[in-house]
């Protein structure tokens, strides 16, 4: 946790007091399903309720138990014991650690699922808003980052939030990965505790049972849930990546929004950085390393060891708090993005028309010329204007094998804007519903 | 690809002559619907498919072509059109090399997803096999690697099970990431193919039109995929590692299968070594080692950069190959897996009845001992059974406060295995739904 | 930053505190030396230095000034000049934020390793002690997890005094690595300021100066860095899976120590886990997930992007901080490790004799048999003593193949111990040079 | 291991005939150390060389002995005995299958490195011709992708030379790492070969013997080798991406070499893509993806397991092939790239003047200005520059703050490229030697 990168909506979600609130929920809904099974008094199970539910926890007090017992859940209880008084003793009839530790960190991790599709749900909305305000700002397309052919921003943004609501998707998924409750003992044979214990108290949790837990609820769904945190992460990558590159001094047809008294260098006044999109390239990095230790996780020894502890201790919090902060931090760029449609026609008419090289390859092809003559034929008029040597357009022209096939007017016209956006639409409607 | 981890089925997703077989395919359709647009001449569609349907591409001449060209897909289509003759000149129409390469990609894909989850089906049947023939096989349950409390070896295999109906899950999300299907042109603007197009040869190849692809289909898709592939594989590893504990000297639960003529060791010919589970946990490495370089994969540049392409033409077939020699080998693992139910007896009796320690701890709680002094009561008699020293059932009954609050006979009756095997049934519900 | 795993002398490294007083000595020597080359007044330099040298810096002023400037090393000159008043002009002339910055991170890092090193050297310590206290404490040797051939309990500690003496001479490459300084401006070309400052800087804060700088300090050195922290860790998770095997129930041959008070589970009050060694085996996957982030910091665009930054404020200290506890925690668990000689004994016999089919083996051989021959009779022997039939040596006794070529007493002199143990003294004098 | 992105050089090392020979040498010198010591007769040992020195095994064979004895090394000596007849029961005396493996790879690995050094060595050469060939080509400087102060191209390739000389040094580190040779029996003991074999089997092998090797030989070294190898691929990375960003259409500084014939693209005959570079990118995350898998590696279970032996099958020939290919491809690149002087001018000339902003404002301050002031006048008049309007030079004489302090001459004199490269002899002769 880098507190510059740290939101607190998502910090409090890890927070102790928040932990040892979902352990007292958990309990004390297992005590409360105990005292319908008869298993413990239910004045018990209302006393722990009534002296739990507004309790402000102890976390000096709990650490302290805690480094005489080395055991977290032991330290939360005795201190549980403290508040609650005689009846304490009827928690946790039953039930393991685990229980309480691995159905409160998949309540965690759902919470923080919910927040981050919300974040996504922003970056959504932005990105909706952009391309629709730049549908027709028509640009250059580059693959290689060498220009290629024409398309607009609104496109580049419309492709973006097909890939956002992939992402979407992915936390959901994710999410539901996760969102399971285990309160099954010891090994997971519910020896010492009824099953209906976990049903209760997964349903009072916003959670579905474990079919199979062994102590542990199996932690190939952590590894899921990181991995599709890590693919978003890439995402972010990705959108960041495109910024960076348009905001180059060479290019510059988009700008992070720089702000009134911000300085992009203690050295250079003149500086202006796209340092928010750097910055979300290198949180996009944090996220991704929380895979492979993720996955390390899966093969616990026989019915659980505790490796995963420490990892998940670092990673829970690290993963979620990074994405969420990167995931906002990417929707202010989108929504304050400067853009700068004049360059980007600049930049388009950089290459002297090369752009229409492939129209050109089609109707010569169309015209009866092989396909191979017709690239070496488009090929050595286009070198020269690579290299800074003539019009493109008019070299075609000159050019006794094209000139034979195609006339000047066929020619002009292939060197038309309007035919490379004419299926914006189609494309908006894809993604948005709309155009 | 490492020859001795690989199945035929899955290598010849992946061999030159496959390939080339998909783009032949892709062009094929692209063109027939091109003919239906009136693009390109009906006749000329259909003698492409006739030329070319049961075409052998000669691998050595493409090669050839592509020494010089320096591009796979011009070399193809060069010696497509040497198959076809003039009428060649009617492929590839308004598309880019990255139509035919991305969408082949994800066919390949999507094929070596329909293996796997065949092979995930055969291993789900052979857990189930094995859990149901070994549901009230009694053995210890472990934690940490210590004695917890006891368990059934079906439950083990039904916790599998459920695992393995997870990554049977995962993979269908995985194909349906990655079957997709883009005929877009040089950056995805139709600006030279009708969305059409597109849409017919999706139908054609089983596949969905992308919604926005950018002369390549976005690799958040690719990433997603081999994430999924590396959660599979450690659900492998936890089962292999599982499996490898139980072979141990001291353990000796399961075994492996031993064929006749089997050497274990060059030098110690009294060897059975658990060779089969150990691979499975290299080969689980691998899988997962494909994963980074998926992600990272993710941020190309603009429209497109080929970075990603040498990164595929690893892990493509390599951790589609592996995983699915994997999941093979643990099939058969499965299979004839050796199990001793006379030696988890053996194991389960060795902490002289420590393992029904808590079920006394809840036993004195019930009769109104504080939680604490349960447990130090419980545990003071535990040690020196620990420790080989005396037996746990007649330290208790020795014990004055245990005695005080608990007879002979009560003692007596917390010893029971059964106790803890009796939601056998309601486990294998949840997993097979049936028990 | 993981508070548990948390130890006061290495998270001083990575104070805010620290950090400001590191930064302070680098401008405060800068200057010190363009005075010395007439850039700046000598008066100047020495008023910064008086100034600033008991100075204890407002983190949370700091912290202000950056919520308006976005940039951290402007927010602290500023700060630098409430304290140092208008002398502070002639601070920070011709550098640029990134001569601070990366010259301080090799400064902490540079002094992390050095705790390291330390760390590894009590390990070290530890490993020694207890390897000679267990020279000749003759334990069975383990392939596969299967019994092989005896070996002895301070061999074991022996190999892992070789890896760690490795492990130490990696943490002196990484050091070396990364100890260089960087005072070269803008992009590194010394416009504005003379190399010579950056030599002086360099030897004053004990480092060397980096070749060529571009702004930043290239990160393969950074890279190699955390890899070596990597394979460290990874060498710690060796040794707590050795002693994590060993404390198995069905093994015992060694346990952590277990403390007064402690309690292992809050349901089995039986329970003594290894879950110090666990814990380090997590702590291992926290630390390898640096080396992934730490390479992809390498390629920065052109003469430096930032997105290395929010990676290292995490990596940074969080590697560090977690491998130095990491290496703490194993001393002090290989300081008091239970070692039980007898069940090491007792384990060691479990096989009945199998574990000397080599010597067979090879005695049979010797006396004429082909290779293949004598693998087939001793391996025909072998297989029902596995199976706990019989045993091996008088097995062997009445084979009719063996018998006549070994004499009973041959066969029996083949069973000793001795035989196995002969060579402790070579391989002790090969690790510590005494034996 | 990817056909068109391996050499034969580097695959030859990695062919099972080569390996077949190692392991017969291996053998044989063993033999002929066992010879030496009275163990086998001594014309045993000659007649296993003079048998064994020429042969050519036979692969084909091996494998249908392996198919029966799932055992490499049994089946190699299965065939071997084919060759050399009844004198082949004293080969593999004492010896285990690892020590032959182990020491194999090791071999295999170090020869691997020598070529990887040699690659290194040709990169370096061309760096330096290039470099020196473009000490004075002057080109801006760029953080963040924008435009910061002038640099030369020279310094730019100067600054590669010295990340590859440390690649070298990396290399030579890791081969020492691994280049060790353990014959030492079936846990380490030597309790069935003298320790004296190991050391002359070392000898003649070129490597030095394992200190302490348990059956095999500890896999710390191997990930330390496999680490390193990727810092060398993201230092091939870092070089990539920068000729990737410097062919970019609107920067255009330099162009990997097109040759005849070569065809950028099928859809569109205009281009020249930097394919090579984005090529070694995705070479440089293949060959990165090893790291975490031999990091994996580490921790085998007790003496040993085989979990690594896939693992290494895959990586081994895998991460040396690929990096040998990238180095090589790299080279090449260096050794042809096109540089284009006057784009370089003409980009530096885009700024108008702001790449001096940093002088300004230093001459401000030295005449007295603060520096906060400072910044802020030269930034307000930088501002209309990046946005297009004005000249930076003429604005900031019309500035009345600045005017007071600095004369019109004085600002002019400011504006001079000579003042960014007078350091570049010191920097050349840091890295080279010479200037």
Aim: glycine share 6%; aromatic share 6%; with cysteine.
């Amino acid at each position: 946790m880098i507190p510059r990168y740290t939101r607190k909506e998502m910090a409090q979600i890890w927070e102790p007091q928040t932990r040892f609130r979902i352990w007292f929920e958990i309990e004390a809904y297992a005590t409360e399903a105990l005292a319908e099974l008869g298993v413990v008094p239910r004045e018990a199970a209302a006393v722990i309720w009534d002296k739990g539910k507004d309790a402000e926890f102890d976390v000096a007090r709990i650490d302290e138990i805690e480094a005489v017992t080395k055991h977290d859940v032991i330290a939360f209880l005795t201190h549980l014991a403290e508040i609650v008084g005689p009846e304490a003793r009827f928690v946790h009839q039953g039930m393991t650690s685990s229980d309480v530790l691995d159905t409160c960190l998949n309540v965690q991790l759902a919470r923080a699922a919910d927040l981050l599709i919300e974040d996504v749900d922003g970056l959504l909305a932005a990105l909706k808003r952009r391309a629709f305000e730049h549908k027709n700002t028509v640009c250059i397309g580059r693959s290689h980052g060498i220009h290629a052919e024409p398309t607009t921003f609104g496109i580049k943004l419309a492709q973006a939030h097909a890939e956002f609501q992939r992402a979407r998707e992915r936390l959901v998924m994710a999410r539901k990965e996760i969102a399971t409750c285990a309160i099954s003992g010891a090994v997971g044979t519910f020896a010492n505790i009824d099953p209906r214990v976990e049903e209760y108290v997964a349903e009072k949790m916003g959670l579905t049972p474990e079919p199979v837990s062994t102590q542990v609820i199996p932690r190939d769904r952590h590894a899921m849930y990181f991995a599709a945190l890590a693919v978003v992460a890439s995402s972010i990558e990705r959108l960041a990546t495109e910024i960076r590159h348009l905001q180059r001094t060479e290019v510059l047809e988009a700008e992070e929004y720089f702000s009134p008294g911000q300085k992009g260098s203690s050295a250079m006044p003149h500086k202006r950085n796209p340092v928010l999109t750097e910055n979300l390239t290198g949180l996009a990095r944090l996220v991704r390393s929380a895979v492979i230790p993720a996955l390390e996780n899966v093969a616990l020894w026989h019915e659980r060891d505790i490796s995963h502890s420490s990892v998940e201790r670092g990673i829970g919090p690290d993963a979620t708090i990074h994405l969420d902060f990167a995931l906002k931090r990417l929707t202010g760029v989108i929504d304050k993005l400067l853009v700068y449609p004049e360059n980007m026609q600049r930049n388009l008419d950089r290459l002297g028309g090369l752009v229409h090289s492939q129209r050109v390859l089609l109707a010569l092809t169309q015209k009866g010329m092989s396909r191979e003559d017709s690239y070496a034929a488009v090929q050595r008029n286009a070198m020269p204007v690579w290299r800074g040597e003539g019009n493109f357009l008019e070299l075609l022209k000159k050019d006794k094998d094209v000139s034979a096939l195609l006339t000047a007017a066929e020619l002009e016209s292939l060197f038309d804007l309007g035919y490379h956006t004419k299926h914006t639409d189609t494309i908006f409607r894809r993604v948005f519903g709309e155009a």
